[in-house]
C-alpha cells in the first residue's frame, strides 16, 4: 500500500483565465474567476480521488483573461505567495491560470518559491469549466494529487491534459507558449512526464521517475520570494523580423533589453540608425544591458553575430526565451546591473538550465 502523507492544507489562489470564465451575453468568454472555486471544489469532492475531501482555502486574487497579466498584477500575486510562506500553513499551492500567458508566470513562480519546500501546481483549461469537455477539472484533480502525494515537493509545475487525453506534468521553467490555433502544451526540458491514467496520478510514475523528479530542486542558497521587489516593466523583449526598424523603439525608463534571434543565432547586423547596432550602442551608451539569446557565446557560426556581440551585446543560451526574459525582470527587480547581474543570469535557480 503506498504511504499517505500527512499534509497541511491546500491554498488554492484564484487569478481568473479560461478555467475561471464562463460565456457571456455575446457569446464570448469572459472572466468570472469568484465562481472558480466552488466548482473545482466540487468536482474535486465527487472525484474518484483519495484526495476528495482534502481541505482548501481559496484566496481570489486577480479576475483578468490572461492575456491581459501585467507587472502590476504579477505583483499581487507575489504578495500573496510571500505571505504564505511566511505564515507556513500549506502544504502546497495551486493556482488557477489563463493558457495564453502561462509560460509566463510558471516560471516566474518557479523561480520565487524554488527552495520553500512549498509546491506550487498551475491548473488551466482549455474550455470554461462548464463546458462537459473541459480538461480544467481533470488538471484541478491531479494538481491536488501531485502535491498531497508529495510527487512535487518544490518550486512550481504545470499538470495539463493535451488534446491527446493525456496528462504532463511540466516545471515552470520549461514550459513552452501553446503553439497557435492548438490547446496542447509542451517543454523544451530534459524528461517529459506523462501521466497515463489520471484518475490515480501516483499509480502511473514508477520509483526512478520519482527520484528524478524530486532530485529537481532548488539550486539556490535561499528562495527569491524572500527578497524579491516589485516587478515592473523596465525590460524590452524585442523579437527578430524582417524589416525590422529599431530606430522606432523607445528605451526611456527600460533597464535591460532581451533580444531573441534566428534559429541560427542570428539577427540583423545592418548598420544605420536603423540597424541593431546603433540600437545595441545606444542602450550601453545609456548603462542599458543588452541580451541576445538563444546565443552560445563561443560556439556560434555567423559574422553577422558577431557584429552584434562586438558592439557590447551579452549572449544567454541555456534558458527557453520566456524563462530568459523572466530571469532578467527578476534580476532588474533586485536592483542588479552589470556584472552582478550576469553572475545572477548564470546562477542556476530553477532547473532552468536546459541546454548545454
Request: proline letters at 2%; hydrophobic letters at 35%; a neutral charge.
Amino acid at each position: 500500500m503506498r504511504k499517505t502523507y500527512v499534509m497541511k492544507k491546500l491554498l488554492l489562489i484564484l487569478t481568473g483565465g479560461t478555467i475561471g470564465s464562463m460565456v457571456n451575453n455575446d457569446l464570448h468568454r469572459d472572466v468570472y474567476s469568484k465562481k472558480t472555486a466552488p466548482i473545482l471544489i466540487d468536482i474535486l469532492r465527487k472525484s474518484r480521488s483519495a484526495y476528495c475531501n482534502q481541505e482548501i482555502d481559496v484566496i481570489p486574487a486577480l479576475n483578468t483573461l490572461s492575456e491581459n497579466m501585467t507587472a502590476e498584477k504579477w505583483n499581487v500575486l507575489i504578495q500573496i505567495l510571500r505571505e504564505s510562506v511566511k505564515l507556513d500553513k500549506y502544504g502546497g499551492i495551486l493556482i488557477s491560470h489563463g493558457t495564453d500567458t502561462l509560460h509566463f508566470t510558471a516560471p516566474l513562480v518557479d523561480f520565487l518559491m524554488a527552495g520553500t519546500n512549498i509546491p506550487v501546481i498551475f491548473v488551466a483549461a482549455d474550455k470554461p469549466l462548464s463546458d462537459a469537455a473541459s480538461n480544467g477539472g481533470k488538471n484541478f484533480i491531479n494538481g491536488v494529487e501531485l502535491i498531497m502525494n508529495r510527487i512535487v515537493k518544490d518550486g512550481a509545475w504545470v499538470v495539463y491534459q493535451n488534446s491527446d487525453r493525456k496528462s504532463y506534468l511540466h516545471r515552470g521553467t520549461h514550459l513552452l507558449q501553446c503553439e497557435n490555433r492548438t490547446s496542447d502544451f509542451f517543454s523544451s526540458e530534459k524528461k517529459l512526464y506523462s501521466v497515463k491514467n489520471t484518475d490515480s496520478v501516483v499509480n502511473d510514475y514508477n520509483s526512478a521517475e520519482i527520484s528524478q523528479i524530486n532530485s529537481i530542486g532548488n539550486l539556490s542558497e535561499s528562495p527569491l520570494i524572500n527578497s524579491i521587489g516589485d516587478f515592473n516593466n523596465s525590460v524590452l523583449w524585442i523579437n527578430p523580423y524582417a524589416g525590422i526598424n529599431y530606430g522606432l523603439y523607445n528605451i526611456k525608463g527600460v533597464k535591460a533589453v532581451i533580444h531573441g534571434l534566428y534559429h541560427s543565432e542570428t539577427c540583423s547586423s545592418e548598420s544605420g540608425n536603423k540597424g541593431v547596432i546603433s540600437f545595441v550602442k545606444k542602450c550601453r551608451k545609456n548603462n542599458i544591458d543588452f541580451y541576445i539569446t538563444p546565443c552560445h557565446k563561443e560556439t556560434y557560426d555567423y559574422a553577422s553575430t558577431k557584429k552584434v556581440i562586438d558592439a557590447g551585446a551579452k549572449t544567454l543560451y541555456k534558458m527557453t526565451d520566456n524563462s530568459a526574459y523572466i530571469k532578467i525582470m527578476i534580476s532588474v527587480s533586485l536592483g542588479l546591473a552589470g556584472d552582478k547581474q550576469e553572475e545572477f543570469l548564470n546562477k542556476e535557480y530553477a532547473d532552468e538550465f536546459i541546454y548545454e
